[in-house]
Structure formats: structure tokens, C-alpha cells
């Protein structure tokens, strides 16, 4: 089992910066891949990065040039730095981790992001 903690969410004007932080804690040790996703009002949930084994790393299109995950395994956590903030990002951000070898997957209790014009 593993559990996961989002921090970091708030309100912040278009253009701002907000850094979200997932703190894991449980088999931490199986984790596999990570990352985060997010699901604005009305759509579906969506990758925003993912941090896979041997820091293959991957973004969806909307963030690439703006947003860096990042991972500690010592802390147990992962990060996502979030800069330019457009409203279009205004969303419920959710931790996601998967473990090995069963690649079953966790979620947090997600952290809203809400970015103003």
C-alpha cells in the first residue's frame, strides 16, 4: 500500500508560478512510475507529467516549456513546478504513483489549482 499527500494548490493570477508537492509514504520502495494529472470542471481526468523509471519523463503538449516535474526519492516526494500559469490550467491536481511489478496504481486526494485572469 501506498498513501499520497498533495500540498502546494492555491489561487494565483495568470502568468504566477505555484509549486505542488506529493509526499508518498507506505511501500514507497515499489513505486515505479509517478506523476501528476488534473481535471478541470466538466472534463475528463488527464496527464499533465510523468516521471517513469530511469527518469524517462513525459508532458502533455499544454505544459511542455512550463511545467518540471521532479523527484526525490530520499524525501519521497515529487514535485511539479508550475510557471506561466494560463487560466486554462485552472484544475484539481492529483499525485499519481504506481507500484512494481503489479504497476497498481495510487492517487491522492488531489489539490486545487485556480488561476485568475
Known amino acids: 500500500q501506498v498513501q499520497l499527500v498533495e500540498s502546494g494548490g492555491g489561487l494565483v493570477q495568470a502568468g504566477g508560478s505555484l509549486r505542488l508537492s506529493c509526499t508518498a509514504s507506505?511501500?514507497?520502495?515499489?513505486?515505479?512510475?509517478s506523476g501528476w494529472y488534473r481535471q478541470a470542471p466538466g472534463k475528463q481526468r488527464e496527464m499533465v507529467a510523468i516521471?517513469?523509471?530511469?527518469?524517462?519523463?513525459k508532458y502533455a503538449d499544454s505544459v511542455k516549456g512550463r511545467f518540471t516535474i521532479s523527484r526525490n526519492n530520499a524525501k519521497d516526494t515529487v514535485d511539479l513546478q508550475m510557471n506561466s500559469l494560463q487560466t486554462e490550467d485552472t484544475a484539481v491536481y492529483y499525485c499519481?504513483?504506481?507500484?512494481?511489478?503489479?504497476?497498481?496504481?495510487?492517487w491522492g486526494q488531489g489539490t486545487q489549482v485556480t488561476v485568475s485572469a
Open positions: 499519481y504513483a504506481s507500484t512494481l511489478p503489479s504497476a497498481r496504481a495510487y
Open positions: 507506505g511501500n514507497t520502495a515499489r513505486i515505479g512510475t
Open positions: 516521471l517513469r523509471p530511469g527518469t524517462n519523463i
